[in-house]
């Protein structure tokens, strides 16, 4: 049971390039999430998906795009990074229990994300 | 400006004492806390929560408190333990908003054996 997995580990990228990074899950969970780490400030949510086919914003969500085709892929992408976007990376899923606190969050090893 | 603050960046205790961490919130909407605990090279791990309607919430070695007249939590620690040796990232969510978490930045605990 590998629960939450992310590729790739490390990525460095020159303004403006684009790529994409995967989220795999194999705990059959409704919700995934994906939220950006820096230094003193904690984790932010991204963009987060409640199901299939759908996505929505968080708190952080500009210049980041979406996409849950399957229930079991959450992709990240970032069409023209910058700079700024030099973060670590984090998904994560969860059972999917709107309103329940106890819907534990269960989060991948993270990406670690480059931009020059 | 963020509505959960860690404001120990940082602390180091001995092993077998009492570790404390603290942490700060604006929103007085919040009605549920987590504490998160996060090695280096992984991704955060669950740890201990409580409720807004609670004041106190202990599993083996983990005790938190919530102070909500001050807006308040912390999470103590005893005995400290050098696997203890992480950050920890406190959060809190919003029952209305689903499963959305808002979190601290996160205090480091040393623990030195």
């Known amino acids: 049971n590998a629960g939450v997995t992310q590729t790739p580990k490390f990525r460095v990228l020159k303004t403006g390039q684009s790529m994409t990074l995967l989220c795999a899950q194999d705990m059959n969970h409704e919700y995934m999430y994906w939220y950006r780490q820096d230094p003193g400030m904690g984790l932010r949510l991204i963009h987060y998906s409640v199901g299939e086919g759908t996505t929505a914003k968080g708190e952080v969500p500009d210049g980041y795009n979406v996409s849950r085709l399957k229930k079991q892929n959450f992709l990240l992408g970032l069409e023209s990074a910058a700079p700024s976007q030099t973060s670590v990376y984090f998904c994560?899923?969860?059972?999917?229990?709107?309103?329940?606190?106890?819907?534990?969050?269960?989060f991948g090893p993270g990406t670690r994300l480059t931009v020059l | 400006d963020q509505q959960v603050k860690q404001n120990s960046p940082s602390l180091s205790v001995q092993e077998g004492r009492i570790s404390i961490l603290n942490c700060d919130y604006t929103n007085s909407m919040f009605d549920y806390f987590l504490w998160y605990k996060k090695y280096p090279a992984e991704g955060p791990t669950f740890l201990i929560s409580?409720?807004?309607?609670?004041d106190k919430n202990e599993d083996g070695r983990f005790t938190v408190f919530l102070n909500k007249s001050a807006k308040h939590l912390s999470l103590h620690i005893v005995p400290s333990q050098p696997g203890d040796s992480a950050v920890y990232f406190c959060a809190a969510l919003l029952g209305y908003a689903g499963n959305m978490l808002t979190f601290g930045g996160g205090t480091r605990l040393m623990v030195k054996p």
């Open positions: 994560a899923s969860s059972l999917g229990l709107a309103g329940v606190p106890r819907d534990e969050q269960f």
């Open positions: 409580i409720s807004s309607i609670k």
